[in-house]
């Protein structure tokens, strides 16, 4: 009786499997099925072709990398990195870097420690009216940074906190809250309810609770919901942009200093725009299929 | 609980009344230690957001009632619709409402379409599959200012730029050279951002296509359905949700969008949008009633989109319950 028990659901399983690989296989091999699979990949290389395009550029010399037609195999060189990490022409962009990375890790970790009593309180004991709270936590991501930018310029301006990094990193932490409580609620409706109950029969605490068994077992999920966090606050520009000068000017806005700049200097426009994108490119490509959960905001399983 | 289940065997019979748990009055609540104990982890996150997005915004709705204007401090007054009237009358102001509209509309619907279409190729069984995948993601994964810096100096520019040059390796040296972006500068900006939001769908519909039960699609197999009837049958029901989610998600974001019409155009050629004019407004002319007005009108434009999108994610979320 047990064994049928243990087999049975193993034995579901595979034949899902099974059903789903027969699926597929039938739909594969025809020439359709080739022609299809052709067609995929010239889209796939199509989108990325930018992306390749601005790392291939990046690595030429600037006289290479203004021509017409396009001169793809160009000798590589490394001065266009130079150029924009070397300072030579116009500003250092090591203090913007450093302030995007302090405003996107710090706010980062302030968001986990926020959300993670917050997506407990919603899921494990949920409180009363708790889907509410839940709509009024998405809610706020539908109200545009726009319509907060005024006051938050005013304020700023009034209290002195105009151009400087830790105002920015209260914003940011705000902007990715909603979401973060969001994705980790839905990780955390997973865990079995028993394992807590047991937890406090044994008398542990929130804090004992939270430390030595949700934050293990969900450590998956919280470091999918803060590499989201990470991208949003190292990509952000309109806050940075219009609360930010000098000082505490971040990786994006110091990017705008190319705005206007000519083609001369393309090969430094395309290593500025690799450069500054590089951390969100390996996270993103490491975590693929956590991206695609979390930009749902957990809802998509 | 049990009055619910047990149902009466008279039917005619007055159902019983519900056994109403009585309301505790407030002291009562405020007392239970039980209760707060549940709230406590809660508070924090909560009384952070209210702080910081629901007080400023109720800030941004005051001013947009006043003429406030930096340059003009004495002359403030509240209780007036000046700045509403000016939003709608202005042909400037007018026209970056409209572009707002038609960037959102458009960029969203090409990017769904195509979404759609790819993550059904990316759905079968093919050499390879994942490695197109990965190439997918890039767009999505460059930083937005940096996009729009690539697409502004080493796509669009019509001297250097790929595509001009593209044309000439193609066509030879005769071939026209558009100056993309002062020629065609809505659809500039909007070619890029479809570049970068497709991936964004297909992500989000290839995750919806992976979530079809197997068994019934090849019951439909069986039962002799053809592709097309499958399709229409099966996927696109299943797939409803996931369409609305990502319509809903990428219409909150583009209609946000700030990143390419400040890099692309600097809002140029009839292509400032809500965001880029109340940036303007807000940092150029210093009329904070005014850029209040546009923000409320923004808040109100995102409200209407989303009520009627909200009932998906509602779904969505009772079943990941």
Request: aromatic content about 12%.
């Amino acid at each position: 009786m047990t064994t049928a028990l243990a087999a049975n659901p193993s034995k579901t399983a595979a034949e899902k499997r099974a059903s789903n690989a027969r699926v597929r296989n039938n739909r594969r091999g025809s020439k359709g099925g080739i022609f299809l699979g052709l067609l995929a990949w010239v889209i796939g290389i199509i989108f990325v072709f930018p992306v390749f395009y601005m790392l291939l550029t990046s690595l030429h010399s600037e006289f290479d990398a203004a021509t017409n037609p396009p001169s793809f195999f160009a000798p590589l060189t490394l001065d266009g990195y130079r150029e924009f990490f070397g300072a030579s022409s116009g500003a250092s962009p090591w203090p913007p870097l450093i302030n995007s990375a302090t405003a996107s890790i710090v706010s980062t970790i302030v968001v986990i420690l926020l959300a993670i009593p917050a997506a407990y309180a919603l899921s494990v004991k949920p409180v009363e009216k708790w889907t509410d709270v839940m709509f009024f936590f998405l809610s706020t991501k539908f109200l545009p940074a726009v319509a907060g930018l005024l006051p938050l310029y005013i304020i700023a301006k009034t209290i002195g906190v105009l151009d400087n990094i830790n105002f920015i990193v209260i914003l940011y932490t705000a902007m990715n809250l909603p979401i973060a409580v969001w994705m980790l609620r839905s990780f955390l409706a997973d865990i079995p309810v028993e394992l807590f109950e047991a937890a406090s029969i044994d008398g542990a605490g929130l804090i004992r609770t939270l430390r030595s068994i949700i934050v293990p077992i969900i450590s998956p999920g919280i470091a999918a919901t803060a590499l989201i966090c990470f991208i949003f606050s190292w990509n952000e520009l309109l806050l940075a942009n219009t609360l930010t000068s000098i000082v505490a000017q971040t990786a994006p806005v110091f990017l705008t200093s190319f705005v206007t700049s000519q083609g001369l200097f393309l090969a430094k426009v395309c290593a500025a725009a690799t450069a500054v994108s590089l951390p969100v490119l390996i996270a993103g490509f490491a975590a693929q299929d956590k991206l695609v959960q979390g930009l749902s905001l957990g809802a998509v399983k | 609980m049990a009055t619910a289940t047990a149902t009466p065997p008279d039917q005619t019979a007055p159902a019983p009344k519900k056994t109403k748990v009585p309301e505790r009055s407030f002291g009562e609540r405020w007392g239970d230690k039980k209760g707060w104990a549940r709230r406590v982890p809660l508070l924090p996150a909560l009384a952070f957001i209210v702080i910081m997005t629901q007080l400023p915004f109720v800030a941004t709705i005051l001013v947009s009632f006043t003429n406030w204007n930096a340059n003009y401090p004495d002359e403030i007054k509240f209780g007036t619709l000046q700045n509403f009237v000016t939003v709608f009358t202005d042909a400037g102001l007018r026209q970056s409402v409209f572009f707002t509209i038609l960037l959102t509309v458009t960029v969203v619907l090409v990017s769904l379409a195509f979404g759609l279409g790819i993550a059904l190729l990316l759905n079968r069984n093919f050499i390879g599959r994942g490695a197109v995948r990965t190439m997918m993601i890039a767009p999505f994964l460059v930083v937005p200012v940096a996009a729009a810096l690539l697409w502004k100096h080493a796509m669009y520019n019509p001297e250097y730029g790929l595509f001009n040059g593209l044309l000439t390796q193609v066509f030879g040296a005769s071939a026209p050279q558009p100056d993309w972006i002062t020629d065609f500068p809505r659809l500039a900006i909007m070619g890029e951002l479809i570049w970068q939001w497709t991936p964004f769908m297909t992500l989000i519909l290839l995750a919806g296509l992976q979530s079809r039960p197997g068994d019934v699609m090849e019951a439909a197999q069986v039962d002799g359905a053809n592709a097309w009837q499958t399709f229409a049958n099966m996927t696109m029901p299943h797939m409803r949700r996931y369409l609305e989610l990502a319509g809903l998600l990428g219409t909150i974001y583009i209609i946000q969008q700030f990143d390419s019409v400040f890099t692309l155009t600097a809002g140029a050629y009839g292509t400032a949008n809500l965001p880029y004019t109340i940036y303007q407004t807000l940092y150029n002319a210093q009329d904070y009633g005014l850029a209040s007005a546009q923000g409320v009108i923004v808040v109100i434009g995102t409200i209407i989109i989303a009520t009627f999108a909200l009932r998906t994610v509602s779904s969505l979320f009772e079943e990941g319950n």
